[in-house]
């Protein structure tokens, strides 16, 4: 029994995480490997002084410990887009290239120009197509 504990006191010293906390992190895994181990251990030693109950008891906390230290946690990244400031209208003018008494019309001729050579399915990119969906839409509800 005192080599038990002695093995078990060396597991915790090897396997402790330096500077950290056990369970911060990822150390939780490192944490449910040593119970793991330890539970092995417990099993063993119960199995082999006649006590088949705990030991199968042991052995299948153990086994799911196990589980547990290999498991590795679901993390979600969603994309949180920042809310966009809207356009002014000399920025929405300077994107499009139109100046400050362009009609209805000459918007979205100067539109229709751009998005040609910027969108995404012509070698563009979304960035610009959005840029210039942007400024469209603010000449157009400046006009509304």
């Not at 010293?13 to 950290?20: C, D, K, Q």
């Not at 209208?89 to 209805?104: D, H, K, N, Y």
């Not at 910027?118 to 197509?129: I, M």
């Given at each position: 029994?005192?080599?038990?504990?002695?093995?078990?006191?060396?597991?915790?010293?090897?396997?402790?995480?330096?500077?950290?906390?056990?369970?911060?992190?990822?150390?939780?895994?490192?944490?449910?490997?040593?119970?793991?181990?330890?539970?092995?251990?417990?099993?063993?030693?119960?199995t082999?002084?006649?006590?088949?109950?705990?030991?199968i008891?042991?052995?299948?906390?153990?086994?799911?410990?196990?589980?547990?230290?290999?498991?590795?946690?679901?993390?979600?990244?969603?994309?949180?887009?920042?809310?966009?400031?809207?356009?002014s209208?000399?920025?929405?003018?300077?994107?499009?290239?139109?100046?400050?008494?362009?009609?209805?019309a000459?918007?979205?001729?100067?539109?229709?120009?751009?998005?040609?050579?910027?969108?995404?399915?012509?070698?563009?990119?979304?960035?610009?197509?959005?840029?210039?969906?942007?400024?469209?839409?603010?000449?157009?509800?400046?006009?509304?």
């Open positions: 029994m005192l080599y038990l504990l002695l093995g078990a006191a060396i597991l915790v010293f090897l396997l402790w995480p330096r500077g950290r906390t056990l369970l911060k992190g990822d150390g939780w895994r490192v944490g449910a490997g040593a119970a793991s181990i330890a539970a092995f251990a417990a099993a063993a030693y119960a082999i002084r006649g006590s088949w109950g705990t030991g008891v042991l052995g299948v906390i153990a086994l799911w410990s196990v589980t547990e230290a290999r498991r590795r946690p679901v993390i979600r990244r969603e994309m949180v887009q920042p809310p966009k400031p809207e356009l209208l000399s920025e929405a003018r300077a994107i499009l290239g139109v100046g400050p008494e362009a009609t209805l000459e918007v979205k001729a100067a539109y229709t120009r751009l998005i040609q050579l910027a969108h995404p399915d012509k070698g563009g990119t979304q960035g610009l197509a959005a840029q210039l969906n942007a400024a469209r839409d603010r000449l157009i509800k400046r006009r509304s």
